[in-house]
């Protein structure tokens, strides 16, 4: 059985998403675009940070080693690309809290080895491709310099998803896809499900009572 059939096109960047980012999400993050920003320069820092974590605990993994670093310092200067187009945009440093998106697809992550290691693996591949799909969605929406550099973030989250999903299928061959239809499911929950919270991968807001 092709477990990955009923995802989306194979073409998009995209392809292991369940469940396209509704249009209301859209609108609510360019309704509220200094706090998108704010939270996605906070994304990019958890970014190098879950590259760095996850070559701790795998450290005899050389060649995960090797492109987790590099990936990790490309986090890091999207993290200083944004930190600049908030200064720019004169953007107020406002401490937010956290979302839900992260740390609830976390709770879905086997808590031994070896199937720990391609959880972690296909979690970041569908957080990367997450972040390309929603910045290829925002880019058209945006006024330039934003609308470059967010083009330019959608092609390289979705190379990053691509090395992540190399790498969790190199690491488990036999159950990788059925590891991430569960994993994409409650992925695509936490990114389509009415939020009461804009985050760059939050569901759309929850309307408000008038
Ligand atoms: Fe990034
Ligand atoms: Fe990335």
């Known amino acids: 059985m092709n477990v990955t059939r009923g995802f989306l096109a194979p073409e998009s960047a995209a392809s292991i998403l369940r469940a396209p980012t509704p249009p209301a999400w859209v609108e609510d993050a360019l309704a509220h675009l200094p706090e998108l920003l704010l939270d996605h320069a906070n994304c990019e820092k958890k970014a190098a940070s879950t590259a760095l974590a996850l070559m701790f605990a795998y450290p005899e993994d050389q060649a995960l080693a090797a492109a987790l670093s590099r990936l990790a310092r490309e986090e890091l200067r999207h993290f200083e690309q944004v930190t600049r187009a908030l200064a720019a945009l004169e953007v107020p440093y406002v401490r937010q809290r956290t ?9 879905a992550v086997a808590t031994a080895d070896p199937m720990r290691k391609v959880d972690l693996l296909l979690t970041g591949a569908l957080i990367e491709a997450r972040s390309a799909e929603r910045f290829a969605l925002l880019a058209p929406r945006l006024r330039p310099p934003l609308a470059r550099l967010y083009a330019d973030l959608a092609g390289a989250e979705a190379r990053h998803y691509t090395l992540y999903l190399g790498f969790a299928r190199a690491a488990a061959p036999q159950e990788w896809a059925t590891r991430l239809a569960a994993l994409a499911l409650h992925e695509a ?4 499900e009415p ?12 309307a408000r009572p008038s």
């Open 195 to 206: 939020d009461g919270t804009l985050r760059f991968h939050s569901g759309p807001l929850r």
């Open 189 to 192: 929950q936490l990114a389509t």
């Open 99 to 107: 979302g839900r998106y992260a740390q609830r697809l976390r709770t």
